[in-house]
């Protein structure tokens, strides 16, 4: 299989765990991001660029059992079609040696990045799924016309869409009828062992006077709304907001107030522990085109771990059924104070979680791919299969 996602040295997402399962039986070709967002003059821009090209001159290399990852030269700059030809040409070259290398013949092409549009279709694939995470034209810094445009091209030539979000089958489905809504899973025994009598919570949040009111994952604008989490701080002063995670954004609002604790990015494999630290999580999503359409793997995963969750009016995260909803800064903050009344990781709440791994997730996608083929094939399901395509010895 060969799939185009985000850098697989980031955060662990829907896209890892998926290529982690699937790799227990196949091959997998993991390409790095190749972009989607023009550059600006930023330092942090310039950064990526420059790392960006360093990583291309290293070699494909195997980051774990059979899953190998290429490091793409490509040019984000999608407004201008003698660039998008550039791309395909620099792509196409780059992927087929790897393909090259690693004796790939036909593979599943899944693309988790719509910026591959340029080139999905054109690398003598078998079979091409798109895997539809987000509304990517809403997100700031996009050329919106353009990427909308790229994804329409990459909607209509897909054997197969999977979206995470009923606001995005909604949309997609307008234009590829074989689009199918799979919600996100959860890497569920990753997760429970916050309530391990083993697990120990962090030393740098473990002393911080309470409540701990934590939240992790990327900080940008697209996804935290500082106002809201200005508001929780100040309402609970008295306690402590630990916001980990990548920053992105401006946080001088945050930084300032003393019970506000940032300690970055932090290891996938911590989490669990930094969430048997938490009294209560919060999702403090912006309402927006990008969260409307989002279903955040986190309100999963912090079930798993056992917390009470509070999140916005975010759609995905009131379908669960388990998480309460604060609509207002004011009723955000006193649904955090209800939480409270049974906080920290409980089994009964990780419980709820434990049916909604991401094998099962598996599953519910290879019933879809079956189906789609039948449909191509008149109501035979020959050809290529997701779970049966061994690894040659």
């Known amino acids: 299989m060969v799939c185009f996602s985000h850098d697989w040295s980031g955060d662990p997402l829907s896209k890892t765990h998926l290529m982690r399962i699937l790799s227990r039986q196949n091959r997998v070709l993991w390409v790095n991001s190749i972009g989607y967002r023009a550059p600006t003059a930023s330092k942090a821009d310039l950064m990526r660029i420059f790392n960006k090209l360093k990583a291309a001159t290293s070699s494909l290399r195997e980051v774990e059992p059979n899953i190998f990852v290429l490091n793409p030269l490509a040019i984000p700059f999608y407004r201008f079609a003698a660039v ?189 522990a930094y969430c048997k630290g938490f009294d209560v999580a919060i999702i403090p999503f912006p309402i927006s085109d990008v969260t409307l359409n989002a279903n955040p793997l986190k309100a999963r995963e912090y079930l798993a771990a056992g917390l009470p969750v509070v999140s916005t009016a975010i759609p995905e995260v009131e379908i669960l059924g388990t998480c309460a909803i604060g609509k207002t800064p004011d009723e955000f903050c006193e649904r955090i104070r209800e939480a409270l009344q049974n906080s920290g990781p409980c089994v009964e709440r990780s419980e709820t979680m434990r049916s909604e791994s991401w094998e099962s997730r598996v599953g519910e996608i290879q019933l879809r791919f079956d189906q789609a083929v039948a449909a191509a094939n008149g109501g035979i399901i020959p050809g290529p299969n997701l779970r049966d395509r061994r690894v040659p010895a």
Not at 104 to 123: K, L, T
Not at 203 to 219: K, N, R, S, T
Request: glycine letters at 6%; a negative charge.
């Open 84 to 272: 998008r030809q550039l791309n395909r040409i620099l792509l196409r070259f780059q992927v087929k040696r790897a393909f090259r290398r690693l004796e790939f013949s036909r593979p599943i092409n899944w693309v988790f990045n719509p910026a591959a549009a340029i080139i999905a279709g054109s690398v003598g694939e078998d079979k091409m799924i798109y895997y539809c995470v987000d509304e990517y034209a809403a997100f700031e810094g996009v050329d919106k016309t353009q990427f909308a445009a790229l994804e329409e091209e990459l909607l209509r030539n897909a054997d197969l869409v999977i979206v995470s979000a009923n606001n995005l089958h909604q949309t997609k489905s307008k234009i590829n009828p074989q689009a199918h809504l799979v919600r996100h899973g959860v890497d569920f025994s990753h997760f429970q062992t916050s309530l391990d009598d083993a697990t120990s919570v962090p030393q740098e949040i473990a002393d911080l006077p309470g409540p701990v009111i934590g939240y992790f994952g990327l900080m940008s604008n697209d996804w935290v709304d500082v106002d809201l989490l200005v508001h929780v701080a100040r309402a609970f002063s008295h306690g402590s907001l630990v916001l980990l995670g990548k920053v992105a954004m401006d946080l001088s609002r945050l930084e300032s107030l003393p019970n506000v604790h940032l300690p970055g990015r932090v290891p996938y494999k911590t989490l669990p």
